[in-house]
């Protein structure tokens, strides 16, 4: 449970800092949620990690990406070893990343790639489930025992992403049955698509929710038949920011929508939650909105791998260090005498 007091103290020293009270807006409201997720107004985010889940899905022989399904354990195996656009702005954040294949449909050996796989890509939700009960679980699972995992290790805050041709399609079918909003309304290009590939993809997301007729209000069996072991993965992720009390920045439209799937089954969760950057995804407001959460980036941003999520650290880094450092008005070194006895 969060520490709504620590998170009061938080408020009333940015209240005392010389500088008109609210002026840093949304960074102070984050450090003040920091406060009272770590339980303490000494916030700290020295050490933090960014977490890629990666797996393949089924739905791509529904022709819904213009990207071959070969290019999620390629780029998968460029982050695990440092080179994508994740992990150079990673670097610039001083943040570590993490790849985890919790469904990458190759069975290569890759030393960097943890491997948590749950089966080689999920099976194509126009046809059949993404997923079985047992996989589910045992996906979920590997996201919250990676948090503790994170956390046992001295991180102090998580990053999400993610890696994996089709997980938008994936994404938006699992976001409209959550929501109970038309398909055509939520589904966006992904990876720059062509207007036939967006028909396709709009026409296999809508024979997929028609197929499964999944209750909107069981959100594990709407990841089992719509999603991906990435969005299961991911949240279980958000799960264990609940369980073991540690702040989970959310990423692009993928993240949060996995982050929506956990709100609704636990509620608690979303106290847990760090918002990021507005995805350019059509679905991304609907569900930040869906989740009360206001994006501290807006720049247009739909790469994923957790890019999103990194982006804002230095955000947090800069309002922590005005939290941190600066004076109050009673610590000024200079004070005009009309405003000493004030």
Known sequence: MINKNCAALCKQRWDGIAKPIGSLGRLESMVCRLAAIQGTTEVNIDRRVCLVMCADNGVLAEG????????????????????????????????????????????????????RKAGNGTGNITKEPAMTEEQLEQTLNTGMDLVREMKEKGYQIICTGEMGIGNTTTTSAVASVLLGIDPMRMTGRGAGLSDEGLVRKRNAIKRAIEFHQVNPNNPKEVIRCLGG??????????????????????????????????????????????????????????????????????????????????AVLPLLDAALAVYQQNNTYEQLDYLPPELQNQ
Not at 249 to 258: A, E, L, Q, R, T
């Open 64 to 115: 819904v990406a213009q990207t071959p399904a070969i290019v999620t354990v390629a780029q998968s195996v460029n982050i695990a070893r440092g080179k994508a656009s994740v992990n150079a702005m990673a670097r610039s954040a001083h943040c570590d990343v993490v790849t985890v294949d919790v469904g990458i449909n190759s069975n290569a050996d890759v030393p960097e790639l943890l491997g």
């Open 229 to 310: 072991f990435d969005i299961a993965a991911l949240t279980g992720i958000f799960l264990g920011g609940w369980k073991y009390q540690m702040p989970i920045v959310v990423d692009g439209v993928i993240s949060s929508v996995s982050a929506l799937a956990a709100v609704r089954i636990q509620p608690e969760c979303v106290d847990y939650l760090i918002p990021s950057h507005l995805s350019r995804e059509p679905s991304a407001a609907l569900v930040l909105q869906e989740l009360g959460l206001e994006p501290m980036i807006h720049a247009d941003m739909a790469l994923g791998e957790g890019t999103g999520a990194v």
